[in-house]
């Protein structure tokens, strides 16, 4: 089975990514580093990534969605034999209720 994770190299995609490797999933990341577009180099989750692709056995990272992956894509989007998280970016301006 393969978990995708969009948002791999950020907190919570991070954290998903060891999970489903964990429970024996083979995982695609996917993260375009936005955050240092955004808010500079200083905010780039490269060190996220980096660390990923050491830790975990077989993780595969991309930054974009090209014509290859979209097979593998396809191919995944079968209940039976995958897995998928999407991850989108939250952002919240202060406590609930309160914009």
């Not at 791999?8 to 240092?36: C, H, Q, Y």
């Not at 077989?58 to 039976?80: D, N």
Request: charged share 15%.
């Amino acid at each position: 089975m393969v978990a995708l994770v969009t948002g791999s190299a950020g907190l919570i995609g991070a954290e998903s990514v060891r999970f489903f490797a964990d429970k024996g999933l083979d995982v695609v990341g996917i993260d375009n580093d936005m955050r240092a577009y955004f808010f500079g180099p200083e905010a780039s989750t490269d060190w996220s990534r980096n660390r990923l692709q050491h830790e975990i056995a077989g993780y595969q990272h991309t930054s974009v969605i090209s014509k290859p992956w979209r097979k593998s894509f396809s191919t995944m989007a079968q209940p039976s034999t995958s897995c998928c998280m999407l991850l989108r970016n939250l952002h919240m301006t202060g406590p609930p209720g309160n914009p």
